[in-house]
C-alpha cells in the first residue's frame, strides 16, 4: 500500500469505529494522559508505541474501561460511551487481550476460551441443573480457532498449560476476537514469546485484520510494530506525539519521535 | 499455517529446532501428563497398591466386615474433605472445618435434648450454624483480603470456644436424642452385607458436589479463581462473590458432617475432632489436590480419606502399633506433595 492510497481510504468518508478526543487522566500531581486523541478505523492495525511512562497503558485502559479518564470523550461507532469497568467496554464489543494474565492454566482451551460467559445446556437440564452444554462449547471453540486458521489447536480439551506461550497467547487472542465484535486490544502479545511464536501471532493480528475486525497493539518490539501496522500511535510525555505509518517513517525515525530526538 | 512456516525470518528454522527437541516426549514426562490430566489416578493407584497389599498381609482385611467398618471410620473425615477441597482448589485452605463441625454437631444436640425443639428444626439450625460459620471466613477473606491460613486459625480457636461456652464441656449422648439425629449411625442390609446411612450420606454429598464442579458454571469458576485469580478476574468471574459462595458451601457440608459425626459417635461430644482439619488437609493432599489452587478433583479427595483409612486398618491388622500408622500417614503426605510438585512441572 502507497503512502497516496492509505490517506486516501482514511479520509473523512470512513466513520472511525473507536474514536477518543482530549483524553486527560491525571494520578495526583502526576499527568499521565494530557489531551490525547486516537482514531480506529474498520480493517487496521493501530499500533501504539512510547517509552516507559509515556502514558500507553493509561491509554489503553482508558479505552478498555480499566481507567476512567478524568475529561474527554469516547465514541464507538459514532455514539459517545462512558466505560466504568471492563465489562462495559466488552458490551460493546471492545475485548483486551491482557500481558501475561490471559489465561488460566489448569482449564482447557474450549473452557478458557468461554471463561466468564458459559453457555448452558437447553431445557430443563441447563434451566434446573445448570449444566453446561460442554459438548457444544468444545465444538463452537473448535470452529472460532478453525476460522482463525489456528490449525496447531485442534484439541481443545487440552489443558492450556500444556500448550506453548504462542499457543496460549492465540487462546487469548481467540477468545478475544471471537467475541469481540468491534475491536480487539491486545497488550504486548508477543513480549515474552520465541521467535515462531511470535509470527504465530502476528499471523493471527493480520488474520483478524483481514476479517474486518481492527485491532489495536500495544508492543515494545518496533520490527513486530513495523510488520503488522498500517498506522503507529506514538505517545510521548502523556501526549500524542504523531501518528505515522510504516510506509513514511523508518523505524529510526520512530524511535527517533519515540525519545523527543525527532519532532513528526 | 503453511504461509507462516515460509514467511519466517531466517532463524526461525533454529527456533523449531530447539522448541522440538524440548516439545520431546520421555516416557517419564508421558506418565506425568497422563497424571497431570486425571488428578485422581494417582491416589486410586495408591488405593490399589494399599488394598492388595494388605489384603495379602492379612486376610481379614478383605473381609466384607472390615471394609465396611473402613468406610464407617472415613465417613466424618470424608466428609470433612469435601468442604476443605473446595477451599483447598480456590488456593485457600481451612483449619476450622472440624471446629465449625463440632460446633454444628453441639447446638444441634443441645438445641434438642435441652431446649427440647423436634430434630429437624435442631438439624436446621446447625445448618445454620455451619453457613454463618462459612459466612464469617468468606467476610472475612474476602472484604478484608486476609490469607485464608491466618482467617481459619482465628476462626478455628473462636468456634472451639464457642463450643466449650455454650455446652459447658459437657457431652450429649445419642441415647437422650431424637432419632432423626442419631440416624446417619444407623445400617441397613444389602445382602449379606451392612451399609452404613452414613456412609451413603457421605457417598451423596460427593456425587451432588462432583456434579456442581464438573457440570456447571460455578464449578467452573471455582478452578478458575483457584488457578489464577487476576486472569478470572479479567475474564469477567466475579472472584469475590465465588470465594464467598464456596465458604458457604463449605460451611453447608460441615452441618451435614456434623449430623454424620452425631450418628457415628452416637453422642455429640465439644472435645471430639480437635485434629480433623489436618485429616481433612491430608485426604485432600494424598488425593490429589493441589494445595497451589485450581487443580485437583473432588472424588480425589474421597480415595485420599479411603488411603488414610486403608492405611490404620490394614497396618493394626498388620499387627504393627498406632504410632506406625501416623508414620505411614505422614510419609503419605510427603509423598502425595512431592508428586503434585513433579506433575506440576508440565512445561512450565
Known sequence: MTMTEFSASHTATREPILKARNLVKTFGRVVGLDGVSLDLYPGEVLAVIGDNGAGKSTLIKCLTGAEIPDT?????????????????????????????LAVSPALDVASNLFLGREERLPGLLGSVFRMLDTKGMRRKAKEELTRLGISTLQDVTVPVENL??????????ARAAAFGSKVVVLDEPTAALG?????????????LRDRGLPVILISHNMPHVFDVADRIHIQRLGKCAATITPQSHSMTDAVAIMTGAAKA | MTQQQTAGPPSAGHADLAEEFLDRQTPLSRIRNILHRYPALSPAIVLLIAVVVFGILNERFLRVENLSLITQQVAVVGTLAIAQTLIILTAGIDLSVGAVMILSSMVIAQLAVSN??????????????GLAAGALNGFLVTRFRLPPFIVTLGTLNIFVALTLLYSGGSTVRGSAMPPVLTWLGSTFPIG???ISTGVVMMILLYVVVAFILGKTAWGRHVYAVGDDKEA??????????VLMSVYLAA??????????????????SPNAGVDLNLDSITAVVIGGTSLFGGRGSIWGSLLGALIVGIFRNGLSLA???????TLAVGILIIVAVSIDQWIRKVKS
Not at chain 1, 464489543?93 to 500481558?99: C, D, P, R
Not at chain 1, 506453548?164 to 487472542?173: I, W
Open chain 2, 232 to 241: 478470572a478476574r479479567l475474564a469477567g468471574i466475579p472472584v469475590s462473590r
Open chain 1, 164 to 173: 506453548s506461550g504462542g499457543q496460549r497467547q492465540a487462546v487469548a487472542v
Open chain 2, 251 to 268: 460451611g453447608a457440608v460441615l452441618a451435614v458432617g456434623a449430623w454424620i459425626q452425631i450418628g457415628r459417635t452416637n453422642a455429640a
Open chain 2, 319 to 325: 499387627g504393627l502399633d498406632v504410632l506406625y500408622q
Open chain 1, 195 to 207: 521467535v515462531r511464536e511470535s509470527n504465530q501471532v502476528l499471523q493471527l493480528v493480520r488474520d
Open chain 1, 72 to 100: 474527554g470523550e469516547l465514541y464507538v461507532s459514532g455514539q459517545q460511551v462512558h466505560f466504568k469497568r471492563p465489562q462495559d467496554a466488552r458490551v460493546h464489543g471492545i475485548e483486551t487481550v491482557y500481558q501475561n
Open chain 2, 192 to 194: 449379606p452385607v451392612r
Open chain 2, 116 to 129: 427440647g425443639i423436634p430434630g429437624p428444626l435442631a438439624l436446621i439450625a446447625g445448618l445454620a450454624v
